[in-house]
């Protein structure tokens, strides 16, 4: 989520609160959108997230939703998430290259998602995605079938990694014919809740039943190290429950 990006755990850095996006009324005013009419029969989802945890972050629900509707999936992570600790010993970028993506597989397992699942890894360098974004672009723009439906971060997100990935992915749609959705994640952070500054007009919500929900905070709290901060050198958890409370509404919301 916030690979990178030192999110200060004082009330000036807490961001949008929970109840301010839940007054809004233009997230109240968001029509729903069934998953089985976003991805339609016999389209494959792609999902395209720049750092371990993203995928679950912005649309574990659906995730698990998609897996129950059968439809085909595709897992891209761009990045494995080395620079969400910057300067920690405990949590150094070695060992976050590996911890990082063992993270994912578990949260996915708390999805039900099969082991099996199609999964690239890409190894991009994190907070460098925009440094290889035309190479990014080539890797999908070579996988992607018209059929596809390729689920990005939001290419306003505020996050560097984030909006290199949207836009690869906005590139690659363009040339391959597939379908571009796009998910909001650092938004929630620093956004008004009736911010003119996000697409309302393309927002739409997914629907997550309480069993799904519980899904997906089960899968979120395998991120262990995104959970942690490390206090000898000042580092807050990346994701404090404050933020986490924006990411785990009873919904999820894309941009068609």
Do not use: Y
């Amino acid at each position: 989520m916030n690979d990178g990006f030192v999110v200060s755990d004082d009330a000036q850095g807490r961001g949008t609160a929970l109840h301010a996006w839940q007054a809004s009324e233009k997230l109240a005013a968001v029509a729903a959108i069934s998953t089985d009419l976003l991805v339609p029969f016999a389209h494959r989802a792609v999902i395209v997230a720049p750092h371990p945890d993203d995928e679950v972050l912005g649309c574990g629900g659906l995730l698990s939703q998609l897996h129950q509707l059968q439809r085909d999936l595709l897992l891209v992570s761009v990045t494995d998430g080395t620079a969400s600790h910057p300067g920690s010993s405990n949590w150094s970028a070695q060992r976050l290259a590996i911890e990082r993506p063992q993270e994912s597989v578990q949260a996915l397992a708390r999805l039900d998602l099969p082991a099996d699942l199609d999964w690239q890894r890409l190894g991009i360098s994190d907070t460098a995605v925009a440094e290889q974004e035309a190479d990014l672009t080539r890797f999908l723009t070579d996988r992607l079938q018209t059929t596809d439906v390729v689920f990005s971060t939001w290419r306003g997100d505020g996050h560097g990694d984030h909006e290199a990935v949207g836009r690869a992915c906005a590139a690659a749609c363009l040339q391959s014919g597939a379908r571009l959705v796009e998910v909001p994640i650092w938004a929630w952070h620093w956004a008004e809740p009736d911010d003119q500054r996000l697409p309302w007009e393309r927002a739409r919500k997914v629907l997550l039943d309480p069993a799904t929900l519980q899904r997906k905070r089960d899968a979120v709290g395998a991120f262990v190290s995104q959970l942690q901060g490390d206090p000898t050198v000042g580092l807050a958890p990346i994701l404090p429950d404050w933020a986490l409370q924006r990411l785990l509404q009873p919904f999820e919301l894309v941009f068609i």
